[in-house]
């Protein structure tokens, strides 16, 4: 009986030793368990911050490719707008250099024309004065001309004269 006694003091001891430890696993498992909500709580918080993050980067690798897209298309325009560029510059140096070769045309022509003008003055003075010399010349030509008429009608009469007289002489002798 005694050992049943004592079997059962040991079984009561067991059994208070276990319910103290049921009771200290209990409050383990309820402390693991607010340790378990907390750390649900704080993996879903970063779970939602995760979703944030990548949300974020997808907006911002969206941004990145719009504003890609947005450089692509300036520097196009870009290239399109230095091509211009470069044809109006060369257009307008091409105009330059017309209105640059035009101007230095226009001086020798204008040149020219001066020079043209004095050669012109100078042959109209060498006209005028060829014209009053051909006009005394024509005068004097004239004048010889008139002069010869008078001789030749002088020598006419006088070859009459002296054919009439020789005529006279010849008739006296006969």
Do not use: P
Not at 2 to 18: H, I, M
Not at 54 to 79: A, P, W
Not at 103 to 129: C, D, F, P, Y
């Amino acid at each position: 009986l005694e050992l049943v006694k004592e079997d059962v003091d040991q079984s009561e001891a067991e059994t208070v030793r276990l319910m103290a430890e049921q009771k200290r696993q209990a409050k383990l498992i309820s402390v693991l368990s607010a340790q378990r909500d907390i750390k649900a709580r704080d993996s879903a918080r970063v779970e939602q911050k995760e979703k944030e993050a990548r949300q974020y980067v997808r907006m911002k690798e969206l941004m990145i490719l719009d504003l890609t897209k947005r450089c692509n298309e300036i520097s196009n325009r870009l290239k399109e707008f230095s091509a211009l560029y470069e044809v109006v510059k060369n257009e307008r140096n091409k105009y330059v250099n017309l209105i640059q070769s035009s101007t230095q045309a226009l001086a020798e022509i204008r040149e020219k024309i001066r020079i043209l003008s004095n050669e012109v003055e100078i042959l109209s003075n060498e006209s005028g004065t060829k014209d009053k010399a051909l006009t005394k010349e024509r005068i004097a030509h004239q004048q010889a001309q008139n002069q010869r008429d008078a001789l030749r009608q002088d020598m006419n009469k006088l070859l009459a004269d002296y054919r009439s007289k020789q005529g006279v002489v010849e008739q006296q002798i006969m």
